[in-house]
């Protein structure tokens, strides 16, 4: 890879004539490379989940899940500021395929160790963090800036759909061949991902800045989310939502488990209600939040999920609780789709990556860090009562946050920013 230093910018995203093409091929060149990791993910967890029956192993199967992830971001983002995004994307897919067709040929072989899995998601992580801030910051680069929240509220609608369709792909696979099929399947994907991307011309991008080492990029990301009050508000409230709804929101099943039963259809109709929320909330916001005020989104989404963790914890009846999901799914299209949009209008094309690795680098590390919170506590307190008190908590912040004379100036930043 070759640092992006062209001497001229290609023609602005608006006279592009092509824009929708590329942007649906690449679109379509990433579902079909996030099927196959999908898949992957739902089989490998079930793999050790029947084969160790082991929550220690569980517990590893998460850290090397999440954990390289989280620390390849702190790097990544500089990556996708000085690199071609483009080709940042393939390498990671490709090496990511190269890692999971080599464990497939070991296990083929009758080698099934653990440690060959650990290493290989260990890996797919690692190579993960990589594309999320560079899939990101190259979106703006393709997508008009007034049509970024349409283009973000579609991709957040098919990620939705894959929640549906790839567990019950996962399953077929597995159940009637092997773990082994389910790799081979994802090398496929992600050559047809890697193929489809290489069609897609991506506007060389010129940096403003001048041209510092890479220990001083880092530092200058890490000083303009600092002193960047409105980019430094929305990775706060990430932490915030991912630590006291995202976290909690994993303890549901236990819930329903301990106070409606065990009957596996249950779990079942509880994962179907929160991603068919999604999808349709996704849906929802692609066709129809093209034009409305993108902090205020975010705000009253926040607030939603706040008294939907009160409601989830106040449910006495399984079909309720189940509204309540749906509602939850209905309403992360509507957090998540305007708050990335608003960081890509935002924030310069140049930080855009750096911005992005920050990002990635709170999501890695929120949730886990709530499970070590929640999980435990889960132990000595009914789940009911920890989402109540989740669901206060975060009311309580959000109102904070609006109170503080930093969180109104944050307010106000954005929304010079954002579309009325």
Same mark, same amino acid.
């Given at each position: 890879?070759?640092?992006d230093?062209p001497?001229?910018t290609?023609?602005?995203?608006?006279?592009?004539p092509?824009?929708?093409?590329?942007?649906?091929?690449?679109?379509?060149?990433?579902t079909?490379?996030?099927?196959? &990791?999908?898949?992957?993910?739902?089989?490998?967890?079930?793999h050790?989940?029947?084969?160790t029956?082991s929550?220690?192993v569980?517990?590893l199967?998460?850290?090397?899940?999440?954990?390289?992830?989280?620390?390849?971001?702190?790097?990544?983002?500089?990556w996708?500021?000085?690199?071609d995004?483009?080709?940042?994307i393939?390498?990671?897919?490709?090496?990511?395929?190269?890692?999971?067709?080599?464990l497939?040929?070991?296990?083929?072989a009758g080698a099934?160790?653990?440690?060959?899995i650990?290493? @290989?998601?260990?890996?797919?992580s690692?190579?993960?963090?990589?594309q999320?801030?560079?899939?990101?910051?190259?979106?703006?680069?393709?997508?008009?800036?007034?049509k970024?929240m349409?283009?973000?509220?579609?991709n957040g609608t098919?990620?939705?759909?894959?929640?549906?369709v #790839? +567990?019950a792909?996962?399953? #077929?696979?597995?159940?009637?061949?092997?773990?082994v @099929?389910?790799?081979y399947?994802?090398?496929v994907?992600?050559v047809?991902?890697i193929?489809?991307?290489?069609?897609?011309?991506?506007?060389?991008?010129?940096?403003?800045?001048?041209?510092? &080492?890479?220990?001083?990029?880092?530092?200058g990301?890490?000083k303009?989310?600092?002193?960047?009050?409105?980019?430094?508000w929305? %990775?706060?409230l990430?932490?915030?939502?991912?630590?006291?709804?995202?976290?909690?929101?994993?303890l549901t099943?236990?819930?329903?488990?301990?106070?409606?039963?065990?009957?596996?259809?249950k779990?079942?109709?509880?994962?179907?209600?929160?991603?068919?929320?999604?999808?349709?909330?996704?849906?929802?916001?692609?066709a129809?939040a093209g034009?409305?005020?993108r902090?205020?989104?975010?705000?009253?989404?926040? !607030?939603?999920?706040?008294?939907?963790?009160?409601g989830?914890?106040?449910?006495?009846?399984?079909?309720?609780f189940f509204a309540?999901?749906?509602l !939850?799914? %209905?309403?992360?299209p509507?957090? &998540?789709?305007?708050?990335?949009?608003v960081?890509?209008?935002?924030?310069e094309?140049?930080?855009?990556g750096r911005?992005?690795?920050?990002?990635?680098?709170?999501?890695?590390?929120?949730?886990?860090?709530?499970? @070590?919170?929640?999980? +435990?506590?889960a132990?000595?307190?009914?789940v009911?009562?920890?989402?109540?008190?989740?669901?206060?908590?975060?009311?309580l912040v959000?109102? !904070?946050?609006? #109170?503080?004379?930093?969180?109104?100036r944050?307010?106000? @930043?954005a929304n010079e920013?954002?579309?009325?």
């Open positions: 890879m070759t640092e230093t001497t001229q290609d023609a602005p995203v608006e006279e592009r092509g824009w929708r093409r590329e942007t649906t091929i690449f679109l379509t060149g990433q079909v490379s996030l099927f196959g &990791s999908m898949l992957v993910q739902y089989a490998v967890m079930w050790l989940t029947l084969e029956k929550g220690g569980m517990a199967y998460a850290v090397f899940g999440f954990l390289p992830q989280a620390v390849i971001s702190i790097f990544d983002g500089v996708a500021d000085r690199l995004r483009k080709k940042l393939i390498g990671a897919d490709a090496t990511i395929a190269i890692v999971t067709l080599a497939a040929m070991f296990m083929a099934t160790d653990l440690w060959l650990f290493i @290989a998601i260990a890996i797919r690692a190579g993960a963090g990589i999320m801030p560079a899939v990101a910051a190259l979106l703006p680069q393709i997508v008009p800036a007034d970024l349409r283009v973000n509220g579609i098919i990620q939705s759909a894959m929640m549906l #790839a +567990p792909a996962a399953a #077929a696979v597995y159940a009637s061949m092997s773990i @099929a389910v790799f399947i994802d090398v994907t992600a047809i991902g193929g489809l991307l290489l069609l897609v011309t991506v506007p060389r991008l010129v940096r403003s800045e001048e041209k510092l &080492s890479y220990f001083g990029d880092l530092v990301g890490v303009y989310i600092v002193t960047h009050a409105f980019v430094r929305v %990775l706060v990430y932490a915030v939502v991912f630590v006291l709804i995202v976290a909690p929101s994993f099943p236990l819930m329903i488990v301990r106070t409606f039963g065990e009957e596996v259809w779990l079942t109709v509880n994962e179907l209600a929160f991603s068919i929320g999604m999808v349709l909330g996704g849906a929802a916001i692609a129809w034009k409305w005020n902090v205020r989104m975010i705000l009253i989404s926040t !607030l939603v999920f706040g008294v939907i963790s009160i989830l914890g106040l449910s006495t009846n399984l079909w309720v309540f999901m749906f !939850l799914g %209905l309403s992360v509507a957090f &998540s789709t305007p708050s990335f949009t960081l890509q209008e935002t924030v094309p140049e930080m855009q911005v992005f690795g920050f990002v990635g680098i709170v999501m890695a590390l929120s949730m886990p860090f709530g499970m @070590a919170v929640f999980g +435990p506590l132990d000595t307190f009914s009911e009562s920890l989402l109540i008190w989740a669901g206060v908590a975060l009311l959000v109102a !904070l946050a609006l #109170a503080m004379p930093g969180g109104r944050s307010m106000r @930043a920013h954002a579309t009325v």
